[in-house]
Structure formats: C-alpha cells, structure tokens
C-alpha cells in the first residue's frame, strides 16, 4: 500500500485517452501524464457531475503534466456550470505543468478546505463562454482557477462541512488565457484564504478580472503580467495585510 514515505506513482503512455468515468486519486499517488491528452467523454452522464478529477479528504496528491480538455465534449444544463477538476479537503496538492482547457460555462478548477498547494507551469482556458450579455451568467465571471470554501452552498454534494478555505497556496510561472476571470475567490466575506501567493502569472483576455482576491491575508500579488481584462487588472475585497507589487497591466476596461 502507498505511504507517505512509498507513494504510487502512474505514468500514462503518450496518446490520446478518452475517460468513461471521473478519476479520484487515492492518498500518497502521482499521476504523470506527460505527453497525453486527456479527452472527455460525449456522454457527460458517465462522470461525477461532470467532473474530470476530484478528490476528497486525501493527502500528497501530485499531478503532472498532460493537456485535459472538454473542448468536444457538448455543452449543455446538465455539464455547463460543473467545474473540470475539483479538489477538497486535501493536504499537500501539486498540479504540474498541466494544460487544461474548459468549453464549459463554470471554473476549471475549484478547490476548497485545501493545505498546501502548488501549481506551477499550468495553462487554463476556454471557461469564457458566458460572454453574451443576455446570458445571466455574465453578472460575475467564473474564476477559471476558484479557490473556494467547504460548504454545500459554495460546493456542493463534495462539500464536507467544514467552512474552511484555502491555506498556503502558491501559484508560479501559470497562464490564465481566454477565461471568466482568471485566479480568485468570491465566496464569503470573512477571510477563507490565508498565504496565497501569485507570483510571475500571465493573465491574458478574461471577461471580468485577472485575479479577484475576496478574503485574502497575509498574501502576496507579485510580478504578473495581466492584459485585455474587461473589469480590472486586479480587484481586492475584504482583504487584509496584502502585498501587491510589480505587477505590469495594461490595455484593461474597468
């Protein structure tokens, strides 16, 4: 059995793998998917409310590498507001060097209840389908990466009640392209999220705003290059002790 000390670690053969079901990964396993793309079923009914990836209550999970993708999957009231890649109550979290890409109207990856996480070299794109302005889901973009809370309302039936947040999170060297709103949290006004740190990010073409930092402390904005946002570079609300500095934005409507 896997330990913390002797962990699995599944390596997928370049190619092209279409899923019939969702993937949970186990405590103590790394998935390296290097080289693959990982296509969604045309059935959205054979996955866990749609989702790609999810995982609750594990600890030292690492994903790396590989492009996921919905792009032809159909979109409809059944999958469009289901996240690709959930993520809750897990303990040491590393995404690596992944590209995913969403045609869904909802965030591409929502993590809630979650200590120690690292997401490096990852692309997102593609949750910007909400933009026409008769569409009720273009009041408030959906954050293509959402850091959440653990609660049924926030996450529903994945929720395990505890109303925690994100603690210690660092996303590094990411690329936010053609999305709702790139990085943030929008939910609830106590601060959730502690230690976030957004270092040497691009975010480039989102409908509402690059990063949206909501309950945010004792974290750090710093070095990212943000463009072609239609709201604002960066928004801050109900934040304290937040460092924003070096940031280059430009050619953003607010």
């Not at 000390?5 to 390596?11: C, D, L």
């Not at 959205?44 to 690492?62: A, L, P, Q």
Request: aromatic share 8%.
């Amino acid at each position: 059995n896997a330990s913390e000390s002797v962990q699995y670690k599944v390596t997928f053969k370049s190619g092209t793998y279409t899923l019939v079901d969702s993937i949970k990964l186990p405590s103590n396993t790394c998935i390296d998917a290097t080289g693959c793309t990982i296509k969604a079923s045309q059935n959205e009914s054979e996955y866990d409310g749609g989702v790609f990836v999810y995982n609750t209550g594990s600890k030292n999970i690492k994903i790396v590498g590989g492009t996921w993708t919905t792009a032809g999957q159909s979109v409809d009231s059944s999958n469009k507001d289901q996240s690709v890649i959930k993520f809750v109550g897990v303990t040491n979290l590393v995404m690596q060097n992944m590209k995913v890409k969403s045609n869904r109207w909802s965030h591409i990856v929502e993590v809630a209840n979650i200590k120690n996480m690292t997401v490096k070299g990852c692309t997102f794109s593609g949750n910007n389908k909400d933009s026409d302005e008769s569409n009720p889901y273009n009041e408030q973009p959906k954050e293509a990466f959402q850091l959440d809370v653990d609660t049924k309302d926030a996450i529903g039936a994945y929720s395990g009640g505890t109303g925690k947040g994100v603690t210690d999170a660092t996303f590094e060297k990411c690329k936010f392209v053609n999305v709702g709103r790139g990085l943030g949290s929008h939910s609830g006004a106590k601060t959730k999220y502690t230690n976030i740190t957004v270092k040497n990010c691009t975010f480039k073409k989102s409908l509402g705003e690059g990063i949206y930092a909501q309950g945010w402390t004792k974290s750090t904005i710093k070095g990212n290059t943000i463009s072609g946002c239609k709201r604002a570079g960066i928004s801050s609300l109900d934040s304290s002790d937040l460092s924003i500095t070096k940031n280059t934005v430009k050619d953003v409507k607010a």
